[in-house]
């Protein structure tokens, strides 16, 4: 959802599946000037449209300690 440069980010999309991040996001920037360092990548919904982290090219995203 927020671009990392140098990372690659679908939106959960098909359409954009390959596409590759040339600019850190402003928020991203923000944090890494205050000594943040972006270290995870997650599963989104579709074009971010829902709070459930599912989509039909990686599935619904899952606690690794707690699938339930």
């Known amino acids: 959802m927020f671009g990392v440069k140098g990372t690659?980010?679908?939106?959960g999309?098909?359409?954009?599946l390959l596409d590759e991040i040339n600019e850190d996001a402003d928020?991203?920037?923000?944090l890494m000037d205050k000594g943040g360092i972006p270290f995870v990548k997650t599963n989104v919904p579709v074009l971010c449209f829902s709070y459930h982290s599912s989509n039909h090219i990686f599935g619904t995203g899952?606690?690794?300690?707690?699938?339930g």
């Open 8 to 11: 690659k980010s679908s939106l």
């Open 13 to 16: 999309s098909d359409t954009h």
């Open 27 to 30: 928020l991203v920037k923000v």
């Open 62 to 67: 899952e606690n690794p300690w707690n699938r």
